[in-house]
């Protein structure tokens, strides 16, 4: 079977009110643009009338196809579920939540093809729809990013890119079993290209990426892509040392004047400091080890129970 030109990844977990505005707005687009593609709706083990409406929506629309997962495996498990299957020559990732205008990947495509790029970046050049918690938290996170891992992280580039079949394949060969590709895809160094939207208000339904899934993207970027937070504990332990090698110096000092020394607060607050540094330190190198054991075990991310190109085969990745 010869590949489609372009292939469309979307993750999607307890979309049903906005999946009917999706649909209404991508097909028309797809279908105008004349050329072979596919849509890659990767059903990430909703609970709500999502995966029903997918297969029905199968049965009218002949390039939609339909990925389920057996349980909630997570945004970026989806995602890889969507990039592993996709068999298009460029692949273009993009939220169901219509915040990101589908009517940019062709701009995508043809800048691809254009100027012979591998990755096209969708950056975000006006956010005023979102909060203004929103838009703070995420300066902050581009900024530890980019002074981590580098400056050719893209700044308000989210999960709304288009890749080459080159670029996908070389994802695919990284044994990565927490990807986090707002980095791992910069990281590649192919070359690569921007095109620029306005951000929308989410189209229906309620988001999906709350408070503590942000925290923990944000945790999974620092300790997946650098060293930096292992310096930090080894830091605030030389600190600590050097802290309480001046209060001995203090300590041996007056008690050689003959003088009386309290001790009490000093102490007190002396336990507090190494005790804080001390669980710091011991939370950071458990991070780290717990993400070596989930390496070791080898189990996999995601465990797809249908997909309605290869008649329901049970595939873990």
């Known amino acids: 079977m010869t590949p489609p030109v372009l292939s469309v990844v979307i993750p999607m977990y307890n979309e049903q009110e906005v999946l009917p505005l999706l649909i209404a707005r ?42 389920r997962l057996r349980r909630n495996s997570g945004h970026q498990a989806a995602l890889t579920a969507g990039l592993h299957r996709a068999r298009g020559e460029y692949v273009a990732s993009i939220d169901a939540d219509l915040q990101d205008p589908p009517e940019k990947i062709l ?17 975000r050049d006006d956010r005023t729809t979102d909060t203004a918690f929103k838009r703070h938290t995420a300066q902050v996170y581009y900024l530890l990013m980019r002074r981590l891992v580098g400056k050719k992280v893209p700044a308000d580039a989210g999960d709304f890119r288009l890749l080459s079949r080159a670029a996908v394949e070389a994802l695919r ?9 707002r980095l791992l895809v910069p990281w590649l160094g192919f070359p690569s290209g921007e095109v620029t939207y306005r951000r929308e208000a989410r189209a229906a339904g309620s988001t999906k990426y709350p408070l503590s899934k942000m925290i923990k993207l944000a945790v999974d970027s620092v300790t997946n892509f650098s060293a930096a937070p ?9 600190l600590s040392f050097f802290a309480c090698f001046v209060l001995g110096c203090y300590s041996v000092v007056r008690f050689a004047m003959g003088e009386t020394v309290s001790g009490w607060t000093s102490l007190f607050t002396a336990i507090l400091f190494l005790g804080g540094v001390q669980l710091l330190c011991l939370g950071l190198l458990g991070e780290y080890m717990g993400r070596l054991y989930t390496e070791i075990k080898g189990r ?11 008649a329901g085969q049970v595939v873990a990745r």
Do not use: F, K, N
């Open 26 to 67: 991508l097909r028309p687009l797809l279908d105008g643009a004349g050329l072979d593609y596919e849509v890659v709706a990767v059903d990430d083990g909703s609970s709500d009338a999502t995966a029903p409406m997918l297969l029905l929506a199968c049965r009218e629309w002949a390039e939609l196809r339909v990925v």
């Open 173 to 181: 060969a990284m044994p990565e079993r927490q990807p986090v590709y």
């Open 107 to 123: 701009d995508m495509l043809a800048l691809a093809r254009a100027e012979s790029l591998d990755i096209v970046y969708g950056v």
């Open 230 to 238: 292992l310096r930090l504990a080894t830091w605030s332990g030389l």
């Open 300 to 310: 996999p991310t995601y465990i797809v129970g249908y997909d309605s190109a290869e």
